[in-house]
Protein backbone atom coordinates (compact mmCIF):
# COMPACT_ATOMS: atom_id res chain seq x y z
CA UNK A 1 0.00 0.00 0.00
CA UNK A 2 1.35 3.46 -0.87
CA UNK A 3 1.47 6.16 1.42
CA UNK A 4 3.51 6.94 4.34
CA UNK A 5 4.24 4.57 8.05
CA UNK A 6 5.90 5.73 10.42
CA UNK A 7 7.60 3.62 12.97
CA UNK A 8 6.80 3.65 16.50
CA UNK A 9 7.52 6.54 18.99
CA UNK A 10 11.01 6.37 19.59
CA UNK A 11 11.63 7.58 23.27
CA UNK A 12 15.24 7.01 25.47
CA UNK A 13 13.67 7.72 28.85
CA UNK A 14 17.06 5.98 30.47
CA UNK A 15 20.75 6.34 29.65
CA UNK A 16 22.38 3.48 30.85
CA UNK A 17 26.51 3.27 30.69
CA UNK A 18 26.82 1.31 27.76
CA UNK A 19 30.57 0.05 27.81
CA UNK A 20 33.91 0.77 29.12
CA UNK A 21 36.91 0.85 27.85
CA UNK A 22 38.44 -2.51 27.13
CA UNK A 23 42.06 -3.56 27.49
CA UNK A 24 42.08 -6.51 24.96
CA UNK A 25 44.69 -5.93 21.70
CA UNK A 26 42.79 -5.46 18.27
CA UNK A 27 43.80 -6.93 15.05
CA UNK A 28 43.24 -6.06 11.42
CA UNK A 29 40.58 -7.98 9.64
CA UNK A 30 39.39 -8.41 6.25
CA UNK A 31 38.53 -5.50 5.05
CA UNK A 32 34.78 -4.49 4.82
CA UNK A 33 33.08 -5.33 0.97
CA UNK A 34 31.70 -1.10 0.79
CA UNK A 35 28.36 -1.12 -0.85
CA UNK A 36 27.03 2.06 -1.75
CA UNK A 37 23.60 1.09 -0.20
CA UNK A 38 22.89 2.59 3.40
CA UNK A 39 21.46 -0.83 4.13
CA UNK A 40 23.08 -3.82 4.64
CA UNK A 41 22.77 -5.74 1.28
CA UNK A 42 20.55 -9.04 1.18
CA UNK A 43 22.51 -12.14 -0.21
CA UNK A 44 25.84 -9.90 1.50
CA UNK A 45 28.55 -11.50 3.13
CA UNK A 46 30.15 -10.02 6.08
CA UNK A 47 32.01 -7.74 6.85
CA UNK A 48 30.36 -4.86 5.34
CA UNK A 49 30.70 -1.06 4.92
CA UNK A 50 27.71 0.94 4.43
CA UNK A 51 27.68 4.42 3.09
CA UNK A 52 25.19 7.47 4.39
CA UNK A 53 24.11 10.30 3.42
CA UNK A 54 23.28 12.43 6.15
CA UNK A 55 21.85 15.95 5.62
CA UNK A 56 21.28 19.27 7.86
CA UNK A 57 18.12 20.74 7.28
CA UNK A 58 19.82 23.88 8.10
CA UNK A 59 22.77 25.51 6.53
CA UNK A 60 25.67 24.79 8.67
CA UNK A 61 29.47 25.55 9.29
CA UNK A 62 32.22 22.71 8.76
CA UNK A 63 32.78 22.44 12.01
CA UNK A 64 29.03 21.15 13.06
CA UNK A 65 29.98 18.83 10.26
CA UNK A 66 33.23 17.96 11.87
CA UNK A 67 31.29 17.34 14.84
CA UNK A 68 28.80 14.89 13.61
CA UNK A 69 31.20 13.23 12.12
CA UNK A 70 32.70 11.94 15.13
CA UNK A 71 29.42 10.97 16.46
CA UNK A 72 28.70 8.89 13.20
CA UNK A 73 32.47 7.72 13.44
CA UNK A 74 31.18 6.06 17.05
CA UNK A 75 28.18 4.93 15.43
CA UNK A 76 30.01 2.65 13.35
CA UNK A 77 32.59 1.20 15.96
CA UNK A 78 29.33 0.64 17.71
CA UNK A 79 27.86 -1.08 15.01
CA UNK A 80 30.82 -2.66 14.60
CA UNK A 81 30.79 -4.16 17.73
CA UNK A 82 27.37 -5.63 18.07
CA UNK A 83 27.56 -7.33 15.04
CA UNK A 84 31.20 -9.56 16.11
CA UNK A 85 32.95 -7.35 13.49
CA UNK A 86 30.51 -7.90 10.36
CA UNK A 87 28.58 -4.37 9.83
CA UNK A 88 30.50 -0.89 10.01
CA UNK A 89 29.76 2.58 8.13
CA UNK A 90 32.39 3.09 5.24
CA UNK A 91 32.00 6.41 4.25
CA UNK A 92 29.75 9.51 5.44
CA UNK A 93 28.36 12.29 2.99
CA UNK A 94 27.15 15.56 4.78
CA UNK A 95 24.98 18.14 2.86
CA UNK A 96 23.56 21.18 4.40
CA UNK A 97 21.07 23.43 3.83
CA UNK A 98 18.69 20.45 2.93
CA UNK A 99 15.31 22.31 4.49
CA UNK A 100 15.68 25.37 6.63
CA UNK A 101 13.03 25.63 9.58
CA UNK A 102 12.20 21.80 8.86
CA UNK A 103 10.54 20.35 11.87
CA UNK A 104 10.24 16.85 13.00
CA UNK A 105 6.70 16.95 13.39
CA UNK A 106 6.06 17.68 9.61
CA UNK A 107 8.54 15.08 8.66
CA UNK A 108 6.34 12.97 6.45
CA UNK A 109 6.29 16.15 4.35
CA UNK A 110 9.88 16.25 4.33
CA UNK A 111 11.41 14.82 1.06
CA UNK A 112 14.98 14.66 0.36
CA UNK A 113 15.32 12.02 -2.07
CA UNK A 114 19.40 11.62 -1.98
CA UNK A 115 19.20 10.99 2.05
CA UNK A 116 19.02 8.66 4.47
CA UNK A 117 19.64 10.42 7.74
CA UNK A 118 18.33 13.74 8.39
CA UNK A 119 19.70 16.28 11.67
CA UNK A 120 17.58 19.24 12.78
CA UNK A 121 18.26 21.84 14.61
CA UNK A 122 18.04 21.01 18.78
CA UNK A 123 15.33 24.12 18.85
CA UNK A 124 12.95 22.53 16.12
CA UNK A 125 13.28 19.64 17.46
CA UNK A 126 9.52 20.02 18.64
CA UNK A 127 8.01 16.02 19.04
CA UNK A 128 10.05 15.78 22.50
CA UNK A 129 9.96 13.73 24.57
CA UNK A 130 10.86 11.55 21.16
CA UNK A 131 14.74 12.17 20.63
CA UNK A 132 15.20 10.34 17.06
CA UNK A 133 12.50 8.52 14.95
CA UNK A 134 12.69 6.13 11.64
CA UNK A 135 10.32 7.06 9.22
CA UNK A 136 9.70 3.70 7.16
CA UNK A 137 7.12 4.15 4.29
CA UNK A 138 6.02 3.28 0.44
CA UNK A 139 7.06 2.85 -2.57
CA UNK A 140 10.82 3.43 -1.97
CA UNK A 141 12.60 7.07 -2.45
CA UNK A 142 9.41 9.05 -1.42
CA UNK A 143 11.10 10.71 1.65
CA UNK A 144 14.06 9.23 1.53
CA UNK A 145 16.91 7.01 -0.58
CA UNK A 146 15.63 3.94 0.57
CA UNK A 147 12.42 2.79 2.14
CA UNK A 148 13.39 4.39 5.79
CA UNK A 149 14.96 7.31 6.81
CA UNK A 150 16.38 8.67 10.21
CA UNK A 151 15.74 12.16 11.83
CA UNK A 152 17.46 13.09 14.57
CA UNK A 153 18.65 16.07 16.89
CA UNK A 154 21.90 18.13 16.57
CA UNK A 155 22.25 16.90 19.70
CA UNK A 156 21.11 13.43 20.19
CA UNK A 157 23.16 11.15 22.45
CA UNK A 158 25.46 8.23 21.25
CA UNK A 159 22.50 5.65 22.67
CA UNK A 160 19.68 7.28 20.66
CA UNK A 161 22.03 7.27 17.24
CA UNK A 162 22.71 3.56 17.66
CA UNK A 163 18.71 2.74 18.50
CA UNK A 164 18.20 4.32 15.62
CA UNK A 165 20.35 2.76 12.90
CA UNK A 166 19.78 -0.45 14.87
CA UNK A 167 15.99 0.25 13.33
CA UNK A 168 17.24 1.63 9.83
CA UNK A 169 20.49 -1.30 9.03
CA UNK A 170 18.45 -4.29 7.86
CA UNK A 171 15.86 -5.00 5.70
CA UNK A 172 13.97 -7.74 7.06
CA UNK A 173 10.61 -10.05 5.68
CA UNK A 174 9.15 -10.54 9.22
CA UNK A 175 5.69 -8.94 8.87
CA UNK A 176 3.48 -9.85 12.12
CA UNK A 177 1.51 -7.28 14.12
CA UNK A 178 2.21 -4.60 10.83
CA UNK A 179 6.16 -4.80 11.65
CA UNK A 180 8.18 -2.31 9.73
CA UNK A 181 11.51 -3.80 7.81
CA UNK A 182 14.07 -3.17 10.38
CA UNK A 183 14.36 -4.13 14.01
CA UNK A 184 11.21 -2.95 15.92
CA UNK A 185 10.98 -2.98 19.39
CA UNK A 186 10.51 -0.60 21.30
CA UNK A 187 11.11 0.34 25.43
CA UNK A 188 7.86 0.93 25.95
CA UNK A 189 6.80 -2.91 25.37
CA UNK A 190 6.01 -4.88 28.29
CA UNK A 191 7.71 -6.89 29.64
CA UNK A 192 10.85 -4.93 29.48
CA UNK A 193 14.10 -6.87 27.64
CA UNK A 194 17.49 -6.21 29.67
CA UNK A 195 19.05 -7.88 26.71
CA UNK A 196 19.22 -5.51 24.05
CA UNK A 197 19.48 -1.48 22.86
CA UNK A 198 16.06 -1.98 21.32
CA UNK A 199 14.55 -1.59 24.71
CA UNK A 200 14.70 0.05 27.67
CA UNK A 201 18.18 -1.14 29.63
CA UNK A 202 21.45 -2.36 27.56
CA UNK A 203 24.47 -3.02 29.17
CA UNK A 204 27.00 -3.56 27.59
CA UNK A 205 25.76 -2.76 24.14
CA UNK A 206 23.86 -5.81 22.21
CA UNK A 207 21.09 -6.62 20.44
CA UNK A 208 19.09 -9.42 22.12
CA UNK A 209 19.46 -13.18 20.91
CA UNK A 210 17.04 -15.52 21.11
CA UNK A 211 19.67 -17.58 23.45
CA UNK A 212 21.28 -17.75 27.01
CA UNK A 213 20.89 -14.41 28.17
CA UNK A 214 18.48 -12.71 30.69
CA UNK A 215 15.02 -12.03 28.97
CA UNK A 216 16.82 -12.68 25.59
CA UNK A 217 13.75 -12.19 23.28
CA UNK A 218 11.46 -9.60 22.36
CA UNK A 219 8.24 -11.47 23.53
CA UNK A 220 5.94 -8.93 22.34
CA UNK A 221 6.84 -9.49 18.71
CA UNK A 222 6.00 -12.63 16.28
CA UNK A 223 7.35 -11.92 12.87
CA UNK A 224 5.80 -13.53 9.49
CA UNK A 225 8.81 -16.19 10.20
CA UNK A 226 8.22 -17.02 13.95
CA UNK A 227 11.27 -14.88 15.28
CA UNK A 228 11.01 -13.33 18.36
CA UNK A 229 14.58 -11.98 18.67
CA UNK A 230 16.68 -9.29 16.52
CA UNK A 231 19.17 -12.13 15.93
CA UNK A 232 16.86 -14.75 14.99
CA UNK A 233 15.03 -12.61 12.64
CA UNK A 234 18.68 -11.17 12.07
CA UNK A 235 19.93 -14.66 10.80
CA UNK A 236 17.05 -15.68 8.70
CA UNK A 237 16.92 -12.80 6.11
CA UNK A 238 20.55 -12.76 6.58
CA UNK A 239 21.96 -16.65 6.34
CA UNK A 240 25.37 -15.55 5.49
CA UNK A 241 25.99 -13.60 8.80
CA UNK A 242 26.48 -15.08 12.42
CA UNK A 243 26.05 -14.35 15.80
CA UNK A 244 28.37 -16.02 18.39
CA UNK A 245 26.87 -14.12 21.69
CA UNK A 246 29.59 -11.52 22.52
CA UNK A 247 28.26 -8.74 21.04
CA UNK A 248 31.67 -7.51 21.10
CA UNK A 249 34.33 -7.76 18.26
CA UNK A 250 38.83 -7.76 18.66
CA UNK A 251 38.70 -6.78 15.28
CA UNK A 252 40.43 -3.67 14.65
CA UNK A 253 37.38 -0.84 13.36
CA UNK A 254 37.56 -0.27 9.33
CA UNK A 255 38.21 3.79 8.69
CA UNK A 256 35.05 6.21 8.23
CA UNK A 257 35.29 7.89 5.40
CA UNK A 258 34.02 11.60 5.10
CA UNK A 259 32.84 13.62 2.33
CA UNK A 260 31.61 17.35 3.24
CA UNK A 261 29.37 19.49 1.13
CA UNK A 262 29.07 22.50 2.43
CA UNK A 263 26.59 25.23 1.00
CA UNK A 264 28.11 28.66 0.83
Excluded at 178 to 200: K, Q, T, V
Excluded at 224 to 247: M, R
Aim: glycine share 8%; hydrophobic share 35%.
Amino acid sequence: MNGVRAGAALVLLVLVPACGDHSESKHAGPAPSTTVEPIVPLGSSPPVGLVWNVGFAENVPIADMEAQYRKFVQLSQDLWSVTEGQVCLSKIRFFDAVSPGAKPSASESLHVSNLDVVIYASANWDILPVTGQVLFFSPSGTLGRTDRRIDIPDDARRTTVLHEGSHFTWKLSWRGNNLPPGLDDEYNYDPPDSACIMDLSFSPLRWCSGGSLPSPNHVTKDGGQGATSCWEQILKDYPNYHFGGSSTTATELPPVAVEYNDTP
